[in-house]
């Protein structure tokens, strides 16, 4: 059920409806630590209670069925808008209901629905739409077709259902068969081959002869150009593919903490690594006087240098460069750090952006760029924050809605009025890795562009 709602929640908008029969047991009021079951899960309990909360914008419907209403959480029964009440004769059950009666209703009319709920008759309820301005008592009608959930009669050892009716077999075989060979046709393998044969037959036939074959050279080219065009689209779905079931795989890693293998996934990459610029081998002289003024570098300057040099020519805020060293911000290492790079001419800074200089890069030499903006770097970054890499992947599978720090908090196990989120938070923005919008946040535009 953890997997299915984890799964769910990433679905495309559009209209959804979603049955929770027996609620309670996915949506408990009280999660105790250590007792099992699904009242420890905090992930598919995060996971539900968004859906019930927030995710109307993304179209769910949901229905939740209970026969204890007390048990469920109260933070997802306050968001019923719609209320089917049959008879509950447990004071907890009834009070549970009161709560979110008196808030629809005047005092007379809820006096007469808690009333009566502790002696309604079986298969009579209450429906309550205030939005509709609806509040009736209604007999419900009975299923009609088979009834897995009713209560077997005495001496009936099972219910069973009813036999269901032969399947055509022959049909179904012929409909596969069909989107099989559909499926062929636009197969860029069998179209290359298509190709290649033209060729060869249109080869054969002009040996010797002028060229006669107008209509067969045509035919080839809009193969060919067909073919191009089929490999092109099966090398973008593929990616897609590729990069969707890493993110998933990726993103259930980080919040079950199992280990799970990632199929590597180029991304494009802003720039190569600049290459080396003399062409001839230099005289001895100048290597070692290279090689001197390349030592006097101090290591903690060269990674500096470094960070700066695999975003070139673009540059980096202070806080961004700052946390991908690895170094406080307002230090005397960093500033240190800054002052002998712009005293060497090796960094710049314009805009209040530090930038490497030409000659910074020449003198680091080969450097691996980061990744392009998108779902790379945002791990990129993650990966040189201590603790927000479950932080970054929550907020991968939401991009580009906003979260608040409740939500956050549930998906990944931790107090939401804590230190422990408050500083995963504060990594993140120092590095501008997301950006805030009054108490929610988001990856930032920059990151994902």
Request: glycine share 6%.
């Amino acid at each position: 059920m953890r997997d299915f709602a984890h799964r769910l929640r990433q679905k495309p908008p559009g209209a959804l409806y979603l049955f929770l029969d027996e609620a309670d047991e996915f949506l408990p009021q009280e999660k105790v630590k250590g007792t099992g079951g699904a009242a420890t899960d905090t992930n598919l309990f995060g996971d539900l209670k968004w859906m019930v909360r927030r995710g109307r914008l993304n179209g769910f419907r949901v229905v939740m069925i209970t026969q204890r209403p007390a048990e469920i959480a109260k933070a997802v029964l306050t968001q019923i808008e719609t209320l089917v009440a049959h008879r509950l004769t447990a004071p907890q059950d009834r009070k549970a209901i009161e709560e979110w009666v008196k808030g629809h209703a005047d005092p007379d009319a809820h006096k007469e629905v808690l009333s009566s709920l502790a002696s309604l008759e079986k298969g009579v309820a209450w429906v309550w739409a205030p939005d509709l301005d609806i509040l009736t008592k209604a007999k419900m009608p009975q299923i009609e077709t088979f009834d897995s959930g009713r209560t077997p009669e005495p001496g009936e050892i099972e219910v069973a259902p009813p036999a269901l009716a032969d399947l055509d077999l022959s049909a179904i075989e012929a409909s596969l068969a069909a989107v099989v060979e559909e499926a062929k046709a636009n197969d860029p393998k069998a179209l290359k081959a298509e190709v290649a044969r033209l060729t060869r037959e249109l080869a054969a036939a002009s040996k010797g002869v002028a060229p006669s074959w107008p209509d067969q050279r045509e035919l080839v080219k809009t193969l060919t150009a067909e073919l191009e065009e089929n490999c092109a689209a099966m090398e973008r779905l593929t990616a897609n593919a590729k990069e969707l079931q890493r993110r998933q795989e990726t993103a259930l890693a980080a919040l079950s903490g199992e280990s799970v293998p990632i199929p590597a996934v180029t991304a494009p990459q802003r720039r190569p690594a600049p290459a080396p610029a003399p062409v001839q081998r230099q005289p001895a002289p100048v290597r070692e006087a290279r090689q001197r003024e390349d030592d006097s570098i101090p290591p903690g300057t060269r990674s500096t240098l470094g960070v700066l040099a695999s975003t070139y020519p673009a540059g980096m805020t202070p806080g961004q460069l700052a946390a991908r060293v690895g170094i406080k911000k307002k230090g005397s290492t960093f500033s240190a750090y800054k002052s002998r790079l712009r005293t060497a001419g090796l960094i710049e800074e314009r805009d209040g952006l530090l930038f490497a200089t030409e000659r910074g890069v020449g003198l680091i030499g080969d450097v691996e760029p980061l990744p392009a903006p998108g779902p790379e770097l945002a791990r990129s970054w993650a990966s040189k924050l201590p603790g927000t890499g479950a932080l970054v992947e929550h907020l991968l599978l939401v991009y580009p809605t906003w979260a608040d720090r409740e939500e956050l908090a549930d998906a990944l196990g931790i107090n939401r009025s804590g230190s422990t989120l408050s500083a995963y938070i504060s990594r993140l923005s120092t590095a501008g890795v997301i950006e805030k919008s009054g108490a929610s946040i988001r990856l930032s535009d920059a990151v994902m562009a």
